[in-house]
Nanobody, 114 residues
Framework: QVQLVESGGDLVQPGGSLRVSCTTS????????MHWVRQAPGKDLEWLST????????YVANSVKGRFTVSRDNAKNTLYLQMSDLKSEDTALYYC???????WGQGIQVTVSS
């Protein structure tokens, strides 16, 4: 019933920018906290960002603070992650998920390389 689908992943050069999206269905998106999590090759899952239902309050991990921005469009049931000044260590599979990490998308690959 609940579905989350990430899109927008790509191969990007260091210093470049990219926006990934998460389209959702099957639940009341506008009432749900949402999260971004990533997993780099051979590494554990890393929490990146959280956004409260209205989008007014956001939280970003220190590792990407100042470079990544989370936002949402409740009318479109969509979550976004804007990534700037990308570095090679940002290469990972990026996931969106719902409140309390109950539901996850399939993940989308972001690769940063020259």
């Amino acid at each position: 019933q609940v579905q989350l689908v990430e899109s927008g992943g790509d191969l990007v050069q260091p210093g470049g920018s990219l926006r990934v999206s998460c389209t959702t269905s099957g639940y009341i998106f506008g009432s749900s906290y949402m999260h971004w999590v990533r997993q780099a090759p051979g590494k554990d899952l890393e929490w990146l960002s959280t956004i409260e239902p209205s989008g007014e309050i956001t939280y970003v991990a220190n590792s990407v603070k100042g470079r990544f921005t989370v936002s949402r469009d409740n009318a479109k049931n969509t979550l976004y992650l804007q990534m700037s000044d990308l570095k090679s260590e940002d290469t990972a599979l990026y996931y969106c998920c719902t409140r309390a990490y109950r539901y996850w998308g399939q993940g989308i690959q972001v690769t940063v390389s020259s």
